[in-house]
Each structure stands twice: as structure tokens, then as C-alpha cells.
């Protein structure tokens, strides 16, 4: 039988090409391999580049398709996939925040890329916030949705009990469908047969044992974690409901 989101990923596959992106598999170094949906060269190098990071469910095809639809004529769109997501992956043992962000720029700069805006969310937002914190030459400004620049063991412990979840590999690596349902976050979840959500359990939520290990990386001591000077415009985007970054806590990190 045909698992139905692998069918999906085949027609995204298609539309991310009729957009003009192409997938492109960079050699970060020995053993890590970044894939990068980037314009042909074709394109005119000229427009100003974006730069989309996706979240910890799904890949960025699969998160930002819609946004690639719309904006690739009038800007350079770039959209790769995090390490142990879509077809990046890497032997090496690093599973943090910081090595996803330093892969993310060398990859970017082995494409020509030299100035871009980046646009992060929720897990990608972090990495986008490492990423303009250390490459400030290259990232422009940031657009964060949903996410802050750190998840500190305090913020952490507050999220879970808002989500009612002891960790967050149970809530972001479900072995069941009713377990995908909560991992997909949504306002409002369309009609979907659980068809649809037992095929992700196979595509989606692979790589089970890496996945696990970047989530108890992106988890920091408070005392490690001081607020950076950010150079860059910084844009935060939140739901008035979003249950694990209030909008009274984008205004916190704004001030």
C-alpha cells in the first residue's frame, strides 16, 4: 500500500522545482551532509536572499512550501534541512543548537550566499538566532516565529507543564497516532484520516534516536545562557494562544 505522505512529499518535490529550487547536497565536512532547496543559477543572483528554518516535525519542504510558492519570484528563497531531518544528516557526535547554526552558514556560504534575512520556527527560530549571532555578516536581519533564542531549563520545565508533558521526546517523537496528533501543533487540525497520520509515524518521525539526543542538547543550564547583543532587525511572531510562548513573553524578550 502506498504510504500516502510520501506521496505528499513526491508532489512538494514537484511544486518546489516548478518554483525554481532545486535540491542541493552540501558537503559541510567529512560526514555531514546538508540538503539545501536553493534557486538554479539561472535565477537572477540580484534579488534579495530569504532563508526559511523549519520546526522539529517535518522538514523544511514540508513547512515551507506555501511560503516558497509565494515569495520565490521576488526574492533568492533558500530551504534546508536541519541535521537528522529530510536527507541531512552527519556522523559527527555534536547535537547542539550552535552546530545546527554553524552547518546551516556553511552550507549558505558554499551556495554564493553573502547577506540574507533569516526566518526561523519554533526549533529553527533558535537556529536562526545562533545563526545571526554568529554570523552577523551574513544574516541581515531575523523573523522568529513562535520561538526565543534559547530554551533554558526554567523555560523548558514551564513549557512541559503548559503542554502537560514530562519530556519533550514524548511530546516531539510519538510512537502513536494519537501521540502525532499532539506533536502537530494547530489551531484548529483540518479533518485527516488516521491513515495520514500512521504514514508520518514512518516518514516524518524517523531518525528517533538523533532526534532525541538534539532535544536534550537544545536544553540549557539558565546560568549558561546570557541574552546577545543582536545587531539585526529581529521580527517575533506568536499566536495570541500559543501554549508554549505567550505573547506576554515575546513582550519580556522585546524589552
Known amino acids: 500500500m502506498v504510504n500516502t505522505v510520501k506521496l505528499y512529499q513526491a508532489l512538494l518535490r514537484a511544486t518546489m522545482k516548478l518554483a525554481g529550487l532545486r535540491p542541493r547536497k552540501i558537503e559541510i565536512e567529512p560526514g555531514t551532509i546538508m540538503n539545501f532547496w536553493a534557486p538554479t543559477q539561472s535565477q537572477n543572483n540580484t534579488k534579495n536572499a530569504v532563508v526559511f528554518l523549519h520546526g522539529f516535525v517535518g522538514d ?4 515551507w512550501h506555501l511560503q516558497v510558492l509565494a515569495l520565490a519570484k521576488k526574492y533568492a528563497v533558500y530551504v534546508p534541512d536541519l541535521l537528522f531531518f529530510g536527507s541531512s544528516a552527519t556522523g559527527d557526535s555534536r547535537r547542539t543548537v550552535d552546530f545546527q547554526a554553524e552547518c546551516v552558514a556553511k552550507g549558505l556560504l558554499a551556495l ?3 547577506r540574507c534575512t ?4 519554533s526549533y529553527g527560530g533558535m537556529v536562526a538566532f545562533k ?3 554568529l554570523q552577523p555578516e551574513l544574516v541581515e536581519s531575523v523573523v522568529a516565529t513562535c520561538s526565543i533564542p ?5 523555560m523548558s520545565k514551564e513549557c512541559l507543564e503548559k503542554l502537560g508533558c514530562p519530556t519533550w521526546s514524548e511530546l516531539l517523537l510519538p510512537n502513536s497516532v494519537s501521540g502525532v ?10 479533518r485527516i484520516p488516521n491513515r495520514v497520520f500512521k504514514d508520518s509515524l514512518e516518514v516524518i518521525f524517523n531518525n528517533k534516536k538523533e532526534k532525541a539526543e538534539l532535544l536534550e542538547a537544545f536544553v540549557i543550564p539558565d546560568k549558561d545562557f546570557t541574552l546577545p547583543e543582536y545587531s539585526q532587525k529581529v521580527h517575533l511572531v ?3 494562544e500559543d501554549k508554549m510562548f505567550s505573547v506576554e513573553t515575546m513582550k519580556e524578550f522585546k524589552q
Open 181 to 190: 496528533k499532539k506533536a502537530v501543533g494547530s489551531h484548529r487540525l483540518p
Open 238 to 240: 506568536c499566536g495570541k
Open 118 to 121: 533569516v526566518v526561523g520556527f
Open 131 to 133: 545563526l545571526a549571532e
Open 112 to 114: 554564493g550566499l553573502q
Open 150 to 154: 534559547a530554551m533554558t531549563e526554567s
Open 60 to 63: 523544511g519542504m514540508m513547512t
